[in-house]
Antibody, heavy 121, light 107 residues
């Protein structure tokens, strides 16, 4: 069974960089056709796609976050990471990692439990 | 980008009721439409993929229908554990991935 687990600081100061890691078990981040994804949910709001990285390490980012975003993968640790720079209070959210199935199978499954990140001084 | 619009934004229902939620896409997405259930404080869970295929261990009281631009999630005989927020997501034309704004099913 595939399991994803987010980890990282729960509090980040404004203007600093938010960093999260998603550990994957039961599957390999090198598996062909999957996209390893980040999705966030601001308090009381809906789901917002952030971006993903393919098995070949090609990245795809939300246009609204692209200038501040880096998603990377560490195959030796079987995990992938998110870095969002110059954060503001608007970046306060629960951040989920998820596996997005490949071309022609565009759903997200499974999801990690989520990590709440608060941006505050 | 393809915009996804769900209706209603929220609804009140009782145990045993039949409930339907609509998701409209701003352009043709064929059957590339997926539904998720999210309970408070929990991660979303895949319910239905490709418009009508039930996810793993999803009860048969859930069903999906539609194609093109209009899709429906139906719950027959609503159960207490079904009170949650439901989201649709399209994968016809990505990235970016786009979700509906959610429909909260309340008692």
């Amino acid at each position: 069974q595939v399991h994803l687990q987010e980890s990282g600081p729960g509090l980040v100061k404004p203007s600093q960089t938010l960093s999260l890691t998603c550990a994957v078990s039961g599957d390999s981040v090198s598996t062909a056709d999957y996209f390893w994804s980040w999705i966030r949910q601001r308090p009381g709001k809906g789901l917002e796609w952030i971006g993903y990285i393919s098995y070949s390490e090609t990245t795809y980012y939300s246009p609204s976050l692209k200038s501040r975003l880096t998603i990377s993968v560490d195959t030796s640790k079987n995990e992938f990471s998110l870095k969002l720079s110059s954060v503001t209070a608007a970046d306060t959210a629960v951040y989920y990692c998820a596996r997005r199935m490949g071309p022609g199978r565009g759903w997200f499954d499974p999801w990690g439990q989520g990590a709440l990140v608060t941006v505050s001084s | 980008d393809i915009q996804m619009t769900q209706s209603p934004s929220s609804l009140s229902a009782s145990v045993g009721d039949r409930v339907s939620i609509t998701c409209r896409a701003s352009q043709n997405i064929n059957n590339h439409l997926h539904w998720y259930q999210q309970k408070p404080g929990k991660a979303p869970k895949l319910l239905i993929f490709d418009a009508f295929v039930l996810g793993e261990e999803v009860p048969s009281r859930f069903s999906g229908s539609g194609s093109g631009t209009v899709f429906t999630l139906t719950i027959t005989s609503l159960q207490p554990e079904d009170f949650a927020t439901y989201y649709c997501q399209q994968s016809q034309n990505t990235p970016p991935e786009t979700f509906g704004q959610g429909t909260k099913v309340e008692i």
